[in-house]
Structure formats: structure tokens, C-alpha cells
């Protein structure tokens, strides 16, 4: 048997409405309002999910 870490991905997404002077005022402003819990995402805002592994991790011969 070989040992691999496996990363799992969850992806979740809301649609906020900001208004602002510009569009990197907006993700500044929707930023802080997220820092400040303004927005909570939850299971509802999931919109997938993603699985990778590494190459197998080698156990050394003195290893048990």
C-alpha cells in the first residue's frame, strides 16, 4: 500500500449587490462587508467540489 494525500475542494459561491464609484471599490466594499460576517455561506451557496492527490508519499525502508 502507498500513502497519498488527497485535497478536497469545496467551492461556494453568493451574488451580492454593491454599489460603488468602481468595480475594485465594489470587491473592496464586499470584501469588508464579508470580514464583518455581513454575508454567511453556507450549504446552500455550494457550487461544487473538487479532489486531487499528490504522488504517493514513499515510506523509508526503516520506517514501520
Known sequence: MKSY?????ETLQMEVDIEAKSRS???EIAERNWNNSDYILDADHFKGVTFEAEKPVRKR????
Open 5 to 9: 494525500k488527497v485535497f478536497i475542494t
Open 25 to 27: 471599490e465594489a470587491v
Open 61 to 64: 525502508e526503516y520506517e514501520r
